[in-house]
């Protein structure tokens, strides 16, 4: 879980920008969390907030501060205004831009103040001045608003977890932190979408070869079958696949004089559908799509 904190503070600035559908009261938010929390461990679950996963060790591991420090690093950017005059920059104004001026600066912050960066994705655009230390600084941010939402990043299979990647673009860099922290805690994962692959943990439903069979019955008895050119292929993620690929399950039926065969689900084609259904025409050279349909 991810206890809502300053990404959802700055998330309900503008919410629907934030995909929020209304306005949202932070303080309220952070009861309900606290709460759910608590009626999970009063039975028996073990919670784990992402701030304390990204911070575990960080005390007295060398390498586990390191590795938090170089996440860090790889958020936070640093560039020139690119609107002022070139000829007010000197060569060692440059430094203060770089790689390494950032590496002092993450060095001496407090592993709470790296995960505040991590959650907020900042770039900092620094401007030189006449005046003090000689440079101005503005901000701007790509908070992880959303992230309280920890189910969406990925998937669960019984052979690991398989990374999502999500649609909305205030969504893409949750996927990595929540990577980050699997890995941290010894949690195997075994694969990750990637573009133009689609994936939404909240759309996924586990299925095991029982329900796959189920769902393969349930749509034979509420729909006529295809013309005997016709093949078609149920499109879904199973708990038994070791990750989204484009071959079939190994389990396959023969109903009513045709062959139904469990697919995994076309990340690249189905959005946010729960179960789909594609007929495929079947010719000696290839197969076509000739019509698809899904339930949500």
């Known amino acids: 879980m ?13 919410p629907a920008g934030s995909l929020y559908e ?15 929390k608590r009626v999970l461990a009063e039975n028996g679950v073990r919670v784990m907030d992402v701030r304390d996963v990204l911070m575990l060790d960080t005390d007295c591991d060398v390498g586990a501060r390191v590795e938090l420090e170089e996440f860090a690093s790889q958020v936070l950017k640093y560039e020139m205004d690119k609107s002022c005059d070139s000829r007010l920059i000197k060569k060692e104004d440059l430094f203060y831009v770089g790689n390494n001026y950032k590496r002092q600066v993450l060095q001496a912050m407090s592993s709470d103040q790296l995960v505040d960066i991590i959650m907020t994705n900042p770039t900092v655009t620094v401007t030189p001045s006449l005046r003090d230390t000689n440079f101005t600084a503005s901000y701007s941010f790509l908070p992880l608003s959303n992230i309280v939402f920890t189910r969406d990043q990925q998937i669960t299979t019984c052979n690991g977890i398989v990374m999502a990647n999500l649609s909305s673009q205030q969504r893409k860099n949750e996927v990595d932190l929540m990577k980050f922290s699997f890995r941290k805690l010894g949690l195997r994962v075994i694969g990750q979408i990637t573009d133009p692959g689609r994936l939404e943990g909240g759309d996924f439903f586990p299925a095991g070869k029982k329900r796959l069979q189920q769902i393969v019955n349930s749509y034979l008895l509420n729909y006529p079958p295809p013309p005997p050119f016709f093949k078609a292929r149920i499109c879904a993620l199973s708990a038994s696949a070791s990750a989204p690929t484009s071959r079939p399950f190994s389990s396959s039926w023969t109903t009513t004089g045709w062959e139904l065969a469990a697919w995994p689900l076309s990340t690249t084609s189905l959005r946010r559908t729960r179960t789909a259904c594609i007929w495929t ?10 019509a698809s349909c899904s339930r949500r």
């Open 2 to 14: 991810c206890q809502p904190g300053l990404p959802k503070l700055m998330g309900s600035l503008h």
């Open 22 to 36: 209304k306005p949202v009261n932070t303080l309220d938010s952070l009861n309900q969390h606290i709460n759910f």
């Open 281 to 290: 025409a079947c010719s000696t050279s290839s197969a076509a799509t000739a």
